[in-house]
């Protein structure tokens, strides 16, 4: 097993929320989210199985557990960065105001990635 952490800071504002999208929550589950997509558009394998292949390997599959786990926290000077977002949402004529909570910028987030023996190989 090995863990690599890190520390990043916020350099626009960052949204995530679970089910409730008025509560800010800094989740695993979109961190990997976000870790594929960029793991997906970066790869060199054009060949489409070959990709979702080992994409499944290392993010896991319906048939398989990824080997992946993150882990992520907050300071509690940066929880208090949390700032309520204001603007408008515009689709064809309707146009709504929406309030969303959000981290601020210079806020500093960690992660501890846990790579699992199977995948160091």
Same mark, same amino acid.
């Given at each position: 097993?090995?863990?690599?952490?890190?520390?990043?800071?916020?350099?626009? $504002?960052? &949204?995530?929320?679970?089910?409730?999208?008025?509560? &800010?929550?800094?989740? $695993? $589950? /979109?961190?990997?989210g976000?870790?594929?997509?960029?793991?997906?558009?970066?790869?060199?394998?054009?060949?489409?199985?070959?990709?979702?292949?080992?994409?499944?390997?290392? &993010?896991?599959?319906?048939?398989?557990?990824?080997?992946?786990?993150?882990?992520? /926290?907050?300071?509690?000077?940066?929880?208090?960065?949390?700032?309520? &977002?204001?603007?408008?949402?515009?689709?064809?004529?309707?146009?709504?105001?929406?309030?969303r909570?959000?981290?601020?910028?210079? /806020?500093?987030?960690?992660?501890?990635?846990?790579?699992l $023996? /199977?995948?160091?190989?």
């Open positions: 097993m090995i863990e690599k952490k890190y520390e990043c800071e916020v350099i626009t $504002p960052m &949204f995530m929320s679970g089910a409730n999208q008025q509560k &800010f929550e800094l989740r $695993p $589950p /979109s961190i990997n976000l870790l594929r997509f960029w793991w997906r558009a970066s790869s060199k394998i054009s060949d489409i199985d070959k990709l979702r292949k080992k994409e499944g390997k290392i &993010f896991g599959s319906k048939e398989k557990k990824s080997k992946l786990a993150i882990k992520s /926290s907050l300071l509690e000077s940066d929880i208090k960065k949390v700032k309520n &977002f204001k603007g408008i949402f515009k689709c064809s004529r309707i146009a709504r105001k929406y309030s909570k959000c981290l601020s910028l210079s /806020s500093e987030a960690r992660f501890s990635f846990v790579f $023996p /199977s995948l160091t190989r």
